[in-house]
């Protein structure tokens, strides 16, 4: 996950050597094979470093080259945290990527371990491996099914929780990524991440990976339609869990899962580090993540921990279900305008600002009117009836690339004045036969012919 950390800076760095911050000594290689069927899955390069100062510090090895000096396109990266003193950092190499080129590494182009404030810096150039290595020693490309599109882009939420002991980790974390396929090289996917920051502040970076968990754009995208068991690694222990359905979007989706649990020493003290994964069965898209590590000092047993989890917010691979909750009077009078409210939600049941409304009479089959919905996600229209009895009122969203179309009707009843009155008329003529029974009937007088 060090992606998800990552920020860029401007690249200032002032070369260390012997009795420098930070120092790079010997270094070795070999072919390394994961799998145990006789091919090399990586190219593994080890280097000593000796490091001055406790913190963050970047590890990078260029591409490869040939005997000719030509450039193999396969680089490493990755962030460490190291304390003072003498350490091995080991480097990995793609062999899949080696293979691709045809081409038979000789040489790296460069390894460089940076200090994370990118202040200091050693480098070791056109280092020459311990042979020259012939590209069909290397595992070929994996196969698998995509069920993304170049174009395909997921919108997350990230959420981070940690007790107060716990130190932050270098950087702050974004509170949202989008992430979108920039490119698909047969097997080879590539990812655009925006990291999007409280107070407005954005970084972008652009990783490539094969779709699998020892890949830099895990675990954002796993290959489609697998099923439990399904290897998505290189490790024998990279096999999903029991899948199963959920609501995903405000809609049933077939899901993939996967648990892991590491626990090991570093210093003085235990690190836990628990993961777990949930993705889209067809797409193969992540839907939600949860990484806890714990730490627990073995000397005081005191511990404390650090949590984050991604939840996907709407992507063009899942169009999310909508709703419309429409409010008017049940009655109205002819030719007297009323308020027409309509309320429009996604499937968190958020109001959903500056989309479209239109309202339409179903009777009158005319558009009452139209209007973009408020922080709130409601639009308010006044609209006087053009004619007395039943009026059908319907409030229509057509949808986009990742929300679904809804609509929803009312029925209002539409009165005539004369209908209103007739009433009040009948009401006023009993009262007078009334009145006028009484008076004549206290007077004993006889009642005309015309009132019998």
Excluded at 218 to 235: E, K, R, V, Y
Excluded at 342 to 353: D, P, V
Aim: proline residues 6%; hydrophobic residues 40%; without cysteine.
């Amino acid at each position: 996950m060090a992606v998800i950390i990552s920020v860029l800076f401007p690249l200032k760095i002032s070369y260390g050597s012997d009795g420098k911050p930070i120092s790079i000594g010997s270094f070795s290689d070999r072919g390394r094979d994961i799998d145990g069927d006789g091919l090399f899955d990586y190219l593994e390069m080890r280097i000593e470093v000796n490091i001055t100062t406790p913190g963050l510090y970047i590890v990078e090895a260029g591409n490869l080259l040939d005997p000719e000096g030509r450039p193999i396109d396969v680089t490493a990266y990755s962030r460490l945290l190291l304390e003072a003193g003498e350490h091995v950092i080991t480097i990995l190499m793609d062999g899949r990527r080696i293979r691709s080129s045809g081409l038979n590494p000789s040489r790296v182009s460069y390894i460089g371990v940076i200090s994370g404030d990118y202040r200091e810096a050693d480098f070791l150039s056109n280092a020459s491996l311990s042979r020259e290595y012939g590209f069909e020693e290397f595992e070929p490309p994996p196969k698998y099914s995509l069920g993304v599109a170049e174009g395909s882009w997921m919108l997350y939420k990230v959420l981070p929780v940690s007790s107060p002991d716990v130190r932050a980790g270098p950087g702050n974390l974004p509170r949202e990524i989008m992430i979108r396929v920039a490119g698909i090289k047969g097997s080879l996917i590539s990812l655009e991440m925006v990291f999007n920051f409280e107070g407005g502040a954005t970084s972008r970076e652009v990783v490539e990976g094969y779709l699998e968990r020892e890949s830099q754009i895990f675990p954002f995208i796993i290959p489609s339609n697998l099923t439990p068991g399904a290897s998505f690694g290189l490790s024998p222990s990279s096999r999903l869990g029991e899948g199963g359905s959920e609501e995903v979007l405000g809609k049933k989706r077939e899901v993939n899962r996967f648990r892991g649990e590491n626990t090991f020493i570093q210093g003085n003290v235990e690190v836990r580090y628990v993961e777990d994964y949930v993705w889209d069965r067809v797409t193969g898209v992540l839907l939600r993540s949860w990484i806890n590590m714990t730490l627990t000092d073995m000397l005081t047993g005191e511990t404390g921990y650090s949590n984050v989890s991604f939840t996907i917010l709407k992507t063009n691979l899942i169009p999310q279900r909508t709703s419309i909750r429409l409010e008017a009077p049940q009655s109205v009078e002819l030719g007297k305008p009323f308020n027409i409210t309509a309320l429009l939600t996604n499937s968190f049941k958020e109001g959903m600002e500056g989309e479209e409304i239109i309202l339409k009479s179903v009777d009158e089959g005319a558009e009452i009117g139209k209007a973009r919905t408020d922080s709130k996600g409601e639009i308010r229209l006044d609209y006087t009836p053009k004619a007395a009895g039943r009026l059908l009122i319907k409030a229509v969203y057509k949808g986009s690339e990742e929300y679904e179309a809804s609509e929803e009707a009312i029925e209002i009843e539409v009165k005539s004045p004369l209908t209103l009155l007739t009433p009040a008329l009948t009401a006023i003529g009993i009262a007078s036969s009334i009145i006028i029974l009484f008076i004549y009937g206290r007077r004993r007088v006889p009642i005309p012919a015309g009132l019998r």
